[in-house]
């Protein structure tokens, strides 16, 4: 039995790191480039399987040379392929990635690729293995109805559940009620409260209002100023770890794999707050998504 079921995407990263972020027009001569792995879903799955969690993974990708990666990633990660579903008429996804090398800050293009049209149908076996798990974590890259039902099977089966609700996106009241964790980052939280968030302060607000929604755990995450905990009894701030941050790309999901592996081992909340904070922060130091995860030595 898998402990953790993971559903989103895969798809290459093609990143271009330079002295900046280009503006509207304009061309600069960038210093690398890198093509990995990357996808929320899929780099979140690959940090829970990094620091030992059993995790499983469900998305769609193509039989093509991108699909090739994901089914290589998967194997190099111990993730089970069985629950992938591949289909020669589609294609596997890319992302654009412009990284700024002297903050890691970055821009993502997304174009999602095959699991755009992934069903609820699609999922029939793989909804079984989410009714048997302890977590089920996703996000908002997969169709909006196939998220939706599996947070739905999921806490109708008393699984805890976790949306990590990037990118953000217009969502239905229903879906608020199969939240346990709601995990946003400061520019998400301000897209589902209309609160702008600079300080701690900021995020007490937003975490009311969404609390107020009808989920159970708000996290917002604010980049190098920490995250921000409440559940409407207790408040949590930590601050970030502090650390030469070369690539942020992946550092949310970082965050949300390592939260969820804290949780699969039942640690109190400080403590799988702390630990997705470091998973996090060590993200950062490396270029690239999937392949930038922390292993379970690399925190010690
Ligand atoms: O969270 C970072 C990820 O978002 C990237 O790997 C990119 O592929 C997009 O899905």
Redesign the pocket.
Known sequence: MSEICVLG?F?A?ISFSGSKIPSIGETILGAKYNVGP???GS?QAICIARLGGKVNFFSKIGKDTYGKLALETFKKNNIDTKHIIQNENLQTGV?G?LVDKNSGKNA?N?ITGAPSTLTIEDLKDQINLIKKSKIFLTQL?VPLDVTLHCLKVAKENKVLTILNP?PASELSNEFFKYIDFFTPNETEAEFYTGVKIANEEDAKVASQKLLQLGMKKIIITLGEKGLFYSDGNEDIYLKANTVKALDT??A??AFNGGLAFGLSTRKPIKECLELANKVAGISTTKLG??DAMPFIEDLK
Do not use: L, S
């Open positions: 995407i798809v990263d990357g996808g929320k780099n992302a990635i993502i997304v890259e990037a790309t992946g949310g999901d998504a999937g």
